[in-house]
């Protein structure tokens, strides 16, 4: 892709075709940022672009397709990223999935940590250095409470586990997800200089979406809780905007944050110590580097 003029700032949203991500990245084209989407259904970005216009008719977005499940997609939308926007000013790694059971991608993952963490680490991973060249730009990542359910955290082994579950212990599981994305928040937050990128994440609280979209019955439980006014993911998607957006976070960086009033929340237990985050960081790259990614 050649390079575009850059007369806005950008923001890149991955899972923004539908739940937090679709109205963060409206509120965004709203405020003017080029938005850059990162997305698997070509239909549903079609349909994005499309409430994109009518939002914001002078709106200016891109969509970069990618599996963020497959480390060799989330690299190449990086790339490809990189190429197109000479800078970045927000990534938001929103994109996130609950699977009630256990499925292995095609390089051999968990498919629920690739797409939770390890797709993300590599797409920030790969646009670091578009980041600090655009400084001060800032990372956003979308955490979750469900990391208290994570009672241990062992690095390696949990990385790399893909033996079979129930759907009954798919929470912890999930939550151990979340919980490694807290940890490489703050450990990347201590490795970047905060005065060109800060990297936060956030506690978007309960929100109707499509993430337990595996879970049987979701569908109709999905329309009643909308009825119902119950879960809106308006309130999920306020505190990723104001991190994103607001000054009074431009030079927080580390922090993670819950959607009530944006009260700042302590690192889970078992993932809190800096050595263990800076295992997590050490182990995925020795991974990532045996899949041939960055």
């Not at 109205?23 to 938005?35: H, Q």
């Not at 309960?206 to 809780?225: C, I, M, Q």
């Amino acid at each position: 892709m050649n390079g575009v003029v850059m007369d806005r700032p950008v923001a890149v949203i991955t899972g923004a075709t539908s739940g937090l991500g679709r109205i963060t990245a409206l509120e965004l084209a709203r405020r003017g940022y080029r938005v850059g989407a990162v997305a698997r259904s070509r239909p549903k970005a079609e349909a994005l672009l499309t409430e994109l216009r009518a939002a914001s008719p002078d709106m200016q977005a891109d969509i970069f397709y990618a599996d963020l499940g497959l480390i060799s997609q989330a690299r190449r939308a990086g790339e490809e990223i990189a190429a197109r926007y000479p800078r970045l000013d927000v990534l938001v790694n929103n994109a996130g999935l609950h699977a009630f059971s256990q499925r292995t991608t095609a390089e051999g993952l968990a498919e629920m940590t690739a797409v939770n963490y390890l797709g993300p680490f590599t797409l920030t991973e790969t646009l670091t250095n578009t980041l600090l060249a655009s400084g001060p730009a800032r990372v956003v990542n979308v955490a979750s409470q469900a990391a208290q359910q994570a009672r241990t955290i062992s690095p390696g082994p949990d990385l790399r586990r893909t033996d079979p579950y129930t759907r009954r212990e798919s929470m912890a599981l999930y939550g151990r997800t979340k919980l490694m994305t807290v940890m490489w928040t703050q450990e990347l937050a201590r490795r970047l200089d905060a005065t060109k990128v800060t990297v936060n994440c956030c506690d978007p609280g309960f929100n109707a979406t499509g993430l337990g979209r595996d879970l049987p019955g979701s569908g109709p439980l999905l329309r009643v809780l909308n009825a119902l006014r119950i879960g809106d993911p308006r309130k999920g998607a306020g505190i990723i905007v104001r991190l994103a957006t607001d000054p009074a976070f431009a030079h927080t960086s580390g922090g993670y944050f819950s959607v009530r009033d944006a009260t700042p929340l302590r690192c889970p237990g078992p993932g809190r110590d800096e050595d263990v985050q800076r295992e997590l960081r050490a182990e995925t790259l020795a991974l990532l580097a045996s899949l041939g990614a960055p």
